[in-house]
């Protein structure tokens, strides 16, 4: 069974950094396409950014300059980089794994940005 973890949330303060991974692990899973969503307390799950096998990426234009996604191919696993968070960005992030017609999302982890 395919499972998609994410881990490295947390409490910040405002202006600090975090880092954020997603793991997909099972059944010889390997994503194609990963992604990076937020849903914030009250509002709609909204998307962070996406990134292909090859690495290329694509930001949602509001989180262009602060996030950063990466992958790691040999660990099935995507990264998100955050600086200078604002408390603004306090929210559940999600990842998402895709391969071909198959999409699994992670569990999510909190990120808190105190200010």
């Known amino acids: 069974q395919v499972q998609v973890v994410e881990s490295g949330g947390g409490l910040v303060q405002t202006g600090g950094s975090l880092r954020l991974s997603c793991t997909a692990s099972?059944?010889?899973?390997?994503?194609?396409?990963g992604g990076w969503y937020r849903q914030a307390p009250g509002k709609q799950r909204e998307l962070v950014g996406l990134i292909t096998t090859s690495g290329a990426t694509t930001y949602a234009d509001s989180m262009k300059g602060r996030f950063t996604i990466s992958r790691d191919n040999t660990k099935n696993t995507m990264y998100l980089q955050m600086r200078d968070l604002k408390p603004d960005d306090t929210a559940i992030y999600y990842c998402?794994?895709?391969?071909?017609?198959?999409?699994?999302w992670g569990q999510g982890t909190q990120v808190t940005v105190s200010s």
């Open positions: 099972g059944s010889g899973f390997s994503f194609d396409v």
């Open positions: 998402k794994a895709v391969r071909g017609l198959q999409a699994i």
